[in-house]
């Protein structure tokens, strides 16, 4: 999960607005699985954080757990904080981290960590070194949830309107396309469109490589760390839960 460059910089004004659809879908399932989390058990890890949508569904659901948000995009980041500064209730229990995993300084013991849309930004060795992070710090019974983005196997992606959203007399587009590249990555071609009233006013276009991760190797490489990885609620959100392996499947 670097931070060598932003790939946010230039997308990060349109991503709260166009990431809303997901969080509509994924939220009350993701809300469903953490509900009975354990405050006691250590704080909540909430990894590439973004503009907090997840971050506020976490204070929202476990009201009595401290939060650690990490976001490395300071586009991002000042959305996040943004969006905490307007809550008194959760704005005490939430820190805000600007590096990078494994950089950042993260509690000896975690009992709950999210990392939604985020996973394809860690290549293979990081990704493994996230697992061994979690089995070292998860405590007993605690959980990690994520979610498997399609396409997971390296096929190209025509151009496609992923999300719109209209605010006053502006409407703003995310299109998304991608190639493979080798066996193991895609490199996504995104481009945020702002049209007012009809017409097209500004056009930005940001390309970034996601590592690719299937259900397959995410159980393999889990295991090989100590966890367990399972499917989480509807199919269609390709969400995932790793556990410790010896903890019992629910």
């Known amino acids: 999960m670097t931070d060598a460059t932003d790939a946010y910089a230039a997308s990060a004004e349109y991503l709260d607005l166009l990431i809303a659809p997901f969080w509509d879908a994924a939220g009350p399932a993701l809300a469903e699985a953490i509900r009975d989390t354990d405050a006691a058990t250590g704080p909540v890890l909430d990894i590439g954080a973004g503009s907090g ?39 005490p229990r939430v ?38 992070l979690l089995a070292t ?12 983005q399609p396409p997971t196997e390296p096929v190209a992606v025509p151009e496609t309107l992923a999300a719109t959203a209209h605010v006053g007399r502006r409407r703003y587009e995310g299109w998304a396309r991608a190639e493979p590249v080798g066996d193991a990555i895609l490199t996504w071609h995104m481009t945020y469109r702002t049209h007012h009233d009809g017409r097209l ?50």
């Open 53 to 91: 949508r997840g971050t506020l569904l976490l204070g929202d659901t476990l009201p009595k757990s401290e939060i650690i948000a990490v976001e490395p995009s300071p586009g991002l980041r000042a959305a996040l904080l943004a969006r905490l500064a307007t809550h008194d209730a959760l704005r």
């Open 95 to 132: 820190t805000v981290l600007p590096e990078p995993l494994p950089a950042a300084e993260l509690p000896d013991r975690l009992g709950l960590v999210i990392a939604l849309n985020v996973i394809g930004h860690f290549p293979p060795a990081e990704r493994r070194a996230l697992w061994n």
């Open 137 to 148: 710090r998860l405590a007993p019974g605690g959980r990690a949830l994520l979610n498997l």
């Open 201 to 250: 006013v500004a056009e930005r276009t940001v390309s970034y490589p996601w590592y690719l991760l299937d259900e397959t190797t995410l159980r393999a490489e889990a295991t090989e760390a100590g966890l367990r990885a399972r499917p989480l609620g509807p199919p269609e959100l390709g969400l995932q839960v790793l556990t410790h392996s010896t903890a019992l499947l629910a």
